[in-house]
């Protein structure tokens, strides 16, 4: 079964410094998302990585998977407070074909 | 595109009664469609998959006669919570898996329900 775990689970940032949010998975994972969540909101999708070595970037985020040592990151360059959220990583299984969600990021960025 | 919404966005009862949140995939179809709780400042958790046509699976620990799925077409799922307690009080949200973007199995959220139970 796979398991999913993120850390750390409270990030508190200041503005303009960089940060890494990591992912562990227990098992072999054929893709892995990262979405963000505000509270009392549902999940928005950030992105989707199929492969080892792939790496995305969209604005100050940027993911990538180590398949290999079962990673994923999400790296946060130059963090502004609109990025502050709760990030999730999940992970999927073919076989399953489910996602599994880890335990969530909250980040806060400061001023 | 890809937008799911979910009805109602939130909700209050009284113990013992039922309520029943629909989940709809509103410009694309959706064969499975995915029904999560989240408790307050804690991850999703998957309570059944439900596909088209056909009975949901559900999770381990999760309840199929307190949690009716019903997955009528195409683009509607329903999740039924049966004589509601208040320890069913949590934010359910529902996904939509596009029928014709398999390959990725991208899954689209809805905006969630918040159920509170009195």
């Known amino acids: 079964e796979l398991k999913v775990e993120q850390n750390p689970l409270f990030l508190s940032m200041q503005e303009g410094k960089n940060y890494t949010i990591y992912c562990n998975y227990s098992t072999t994972s054929d893709r892995l998302y990262w979405y963000r969540q505000d509270p009392g909101k549902s999940l928005e999708s950030l992105f989707v990585?199929?492969?080892?070595?792939a790496v995305k970037q969209e604005g100050r985020l940027m993911a990538s998977l180590d398949t290999k040592a079962r990673l994923s990151t999400l790296h946060i360059t130059a963090a502004v407070h609109d990025l502050s959220a709760t990030y999730f990583c999940?992970?999927?299984?073919?076989?399953?074909?489910?996602?599994?969600f880890g335990t969530g990021t909250r980040l806060q960025v400061t001023l | 595109g890809a937008v799911v919404s979910q009805h109602p966005s939130w909700v209050i009862c009284k113990s013992g009664t039922s309520v029943k949140i629909e989940c709809r995939s509103l410009d694309f179809q959706a064969t499975t469609m995915f029904w999560y709780r989240q408790f307050p400042k804690q991850s999703l958790m998957l309570m059944a998959t439900s596909n088209e046509g056909s009975k949901a699976t559900y999770e381990q620990g999760v309840e199929k006669d307190k949690f009716l799925i019903n997955h009528a077409s195409l683009t509607l799922s329903t999740l039924t919570v049966t004589s509601a307690h208040p320890e069913d009080s949590s934010f359910y949200i529902c996904s939509a898996r596009d029928r014709l973007a398999s390959n990725l199995n991208l899954e689209f959220f809805g905006p969630g329900t918040r159920l509170t139970v009195l």
């Open positions: 990585l199929l492969s080892n070595g």
């Open positions: 999940a992970g999927h299984t073919g076989t399953a074909s489910k996602l599994t």
